[in-house]
Each structure stands twice: as structure tokens, then as C-alpha cells.
């Protein structure tokens, strides 16, 4: 279900969904988009992610009934596990809007039904009876259209054009009028959510951003780094700090004029003796994104693969027996332990053979 945007900034289809936690984190790590929302669909399942100031704030997921006449929240782990995925990114620049949304995620439900069921211009009528604040939300088809009210009164609307594909906001309540009007051609679903402090303490509301700290490529990042600074810790003991770093420097220019956007920031510092490996993750923006979440791996191997083939004209056959027992070791255990990552093994083990 789409909902109120001021324009798509990204259309990802076919997108695993267990990297998403890797998408929003990258909004906040690039800090591009200072307010909007993502979306995520599989199936009748819909997860959508608040973004402001560039950092996630809310997320919930809905899941719709065949029929559309019931919609639940669901836990978010029933669409981080599927595949394809169709993910998007909208700005939103509309402060009321966006107020409005923060609403809609934060309240729960008090009405959802086809319209046949609800009486539409008397549950508006009820607003201003009772003073109430609330968000009246019409889903028609695959977009839903936002309607606010503040202590009864109608404050504002915000409606999908088909004819201009995008969303409009309106203040004229003669227009709103003219919309209510039509619900009878048109025969929306219905949402209402009222909004109220003593609702919400009693909905035990929760952001839902906890999936944000199962971030499979920085998981993945930091095991590959952890990588390199064994072999980095081999190096230093059969050659003086001094070499290392020319040695680094070699290495990260013969990289660097491969893929300069992405390699070009590395480099070994004598004083901590490591290396800023953390640039490569934060120059992520400038992958193409097919190769940005699930492939990402590739860019990390081909660094190990000059690393390794650098250890095998260094080392002693049994130096690096030793780094290949302790690389293959270190691996084995993170996917015994990280089930995500089945089958990385045996692709540390290919590269591994270069060191036997």
C-alpha cells in the first residue's frame, strides 16, 4: 500500500529482504534524504520505515487479507525473510504530512472496514461532536489517501492523483467535500485512528527499529576486517613497522587505481598500526546498488585475494599454514554462529588455498 510522498527517489525490485536493516542504516550513514519513508513489499505484506533527519524513527508492518477486508501488524521478521522484495524510497516534504504519518504509525487502529460497512460522513460528523483529533485514512486500491482532523475540525487531506501520479495536498474543506462525495463510486477501505496520549500509553507503543542492529553487511564487514588484520599481524612479525606501511601503501595504490572511488581512502597508520578498513564500508554509496547489499562481498574478496597473495611471497610454509588455520577457523565459527551466512566458508576456503 503507498501512502502519502512527495516524490520516489528509489525503486529496487527483486531486493532481499533481510538487507533492508542494511538500507535504512546506509539513509543515515550518507545522510542524504532528511525526511522520508521506505517501503517494503512482499506479497499482502507491507513494512514501512519513518525517516527523519535522515536517521530511522518508527517502523511497523501490515499485512492485508486476500480480500483487503482485514489488516493486521505483524512481526517484521515475516518480511526480512522474504525474497524478491520490492523496495522503495519517497521523500516527503509536506510538514503536516509528515506529522501526519508519524500519527499513522504511532496510533493504533479504531476502525478498519469497507466503506459499505461504515458511514463515512457520520463518523466525520463524530469528530466534531466529540472534539476529537484523528486521522481518517481511505485506501483505494494499492494508495491510501490521509484526511486530518484537529479537536473536530478539518485541518487538511492529502489525495493520490492517478492522472498526475503523484500526491496532493489540500486545505479547502469544499474540496474535501466534494471528495466525501465520491467514496461511493469510488468504495475505499476505511481506517480510523484516533489521536490521543491516553490511546497511545495504553497501546504499548514501540518503534519497531530493533531489526536495525541485525545489519547483515556490516556484520559481514566486520568479519572481513577482522580477516585482514590477521594477516596485517603476520606481516608485522617478519618485517619493522616501516615496511609494513610502504608495503600498505602498495598495495592500497594498486587497489586504489582499480576502483578509486571505493579503495582510494585506505591506509595503514604506523602509529596505531592498523588499518582505516571502515572507509571501504563508508563509501559504500558509490557501488551500484546490484552489487551494494548481496554482492558487496565481492569488492572485500578481491582485497583479501591480493592480501593472501602477498602473504604467500612473504611468509614461511609454515607462517602461512598458520594465518590460513587461523582465517579458516575464525570463519568456520561465524557461520556456525550467524546462519544468514551459510556457504561463506567455503568461499573463504577457495581463496584460502593460494596460502597452501
Known amino acids: 500500500m503507498i501512502i502519502p510522498f512527495s516524490e520516489?527517489?528509489?525503486?529496487?525490485?527483486?531486493?532481499?529482504?533481510?538487507?533492508?536493516?542494511?538500507?535504512?542504516?546506509?539513509?543515515a550513514r550518507d545522510g542524504g534524504l532528511s525526511r522520508g519513508i521506505v517501503l517494503a513489499e512482499a506479497g499482502n505484506k507491507s513494512l514501512y520505515v519513518?525517516?527523519?533527519?535522515?536517521?530511522?524513527?518508527?517502523?511497523?508492518?501490515?499485512?492485508?487479507?486476500?480480500?483487503?477486508?482485514?489488516?493486521?501488524?505483524?512481526?517484521?521478521?515475516?518480511i526480512l525473510g522474504e525474497k524478491p522484495v520490492d523496495l522503495y524510497l519517497f521523500k516527503i516534504e509536506n510538514d503536516l504530512v509528515f506529522s501526519w504519518l508519524t500519527d499513522f504509525f504511532t496510533y493504533p487502529v479504531?476502525?478498519?472496514a469497507p466503506s459499505?460497512?461504515?458511514?463515512?460522513?457520520?463518523?466525520v460528523s463524530s469528530f466534531a461532536?466529540?472534539?476529537?483529533d484523528a486521522l481518517l485514512c481511505l485506501k483505494h486500491g494499492t494508495v491510501m489517501n490521509v484526511v486530518s482532523f484537529e479537536k473536530g475540525n478539518f485541518k487538511g487531506f492529502t489525495y493520490f492523483d492517478p492522472a498526475e501520479k503523484r500526491y496532493v495536498f489540500e486545505k479547502n474543506a469544499?474540496?474535501?467535500?466534494?471528495?466525501?462525495?465520491?467514496?461511493?463510486?469510488?468504495?475505499?477501505?476505511?481506517?480510523?485512528?484516533?489521536?490521543?496520549?491516553?490511546?497511545?500509553?495504553?497501546?504499548?507503543?514501540s518503534?519497531?527499529?530493533?531489526?536495525?542492529?541485525?545489519?547483515?553487511?556490516?556484520?559481514?564487514?566486520?568479519?572481513?576486517?577482522?580477516?585482514?588484520?590477521?594477516?596485517?599481524?603476520?606481516?608485522?612479525?617478519?618485517?619493522?613497522?616501516e615496511k609494513v606501511k610502504e608495503l600498505s601503501e602498495k598495495l592500497f595504490s594498486y587497489l586504489g587505481g582499480r576502483y578509486p572511488q571505493f579503495y582510494s581512502k585506505l591506509s595503514f597508520s604506523a602509529e596505531t598500526s592498523s588499518v582505516n578498513w571502515e572507509t571501504v564500508l563508508d563509501e559504500r554509496k558509490s557501488v551500484a546498488v546490484e552489487y551494494r547489499f548481496g554482492e558487496y562481498h565481492r569488492y572485500f574478496d578481491e582485497i583479501l585475494y591480493l592480501l593472501l597473495k602477498t602473504s604467500?611471497?612473504?611468509?614461511?610454509?609454515?607462517?602461512?599454514?598458520?594465518?590460513?588455520?587461523?582465517?579458516g577457523e575464525k570463519v568456520r565459527r561465524f557461520e556456525e554462529e550467524n546462519g544468514d551466512f551459510s556457504g561463506m566458508f567455503d568461499r573463504f576456503d577457495k581463496l584460502l588455498k593460494i596460502l597452501r
Open 8 to 27: 520516489l527517489k528509489l525503486f529496487i525490485s527483486d531486493f532481499e529482504g533481510k538487507y533492508i536493516s542494511s538500507f535504512v542504516n546506509d539513509l
Open 50 to 78: 519513518l525517516i527523519s533527519d535522515g536517521r530511522a524513527v518508527i517502523s511497523k508492518v501490515l499485512a492485508f487479507s486476500d480480500c483487503e477486508d482485514f489488516v493486521t501488524d505483524v512481526p517484521i521478521t515475516e
Open 110 to 112: 479504531s476502525l478498519y
Open 116 to 123: 459499505r460497512f461504515v458511514d463515512v460522513p457520520k463518523l
Open 129 to 132: 461532536e466529540n472534539k476529537e
Open 174 to 205: 469544499v474540496k474535501f467535500g466534494s471528495y466525501l462525495g465520491s467514496l461511493d463510486v469510488s468504495k475505499p477501505t476505511v481506517f480510523c485512528k484516533k489521536v490521543s496520549e491516553k490511546i497511545l500509553a495504553s497501546s504499548f507503543f
Open 207 to 241: 518503534s519497531g527499529l530493533d531489526f536495525l542492529e541485525n545489519d547483515p553487511v556490516q556484520i559481514e564487514s566486520d568479519l572481513y576486517f577482522s580477516c585482514f588484520k590477521l594477516v596485517f599481524d603476520a606481516f608485522a612479525k617478519v618485517m619493522p613497522v
Open 312 to 327: 604467500a611471497s612473504l611468509l614461511q610454509p609454515e607462517k602461512k599454514r598458520s594465518l590460513a588455520l587461523d582465517i
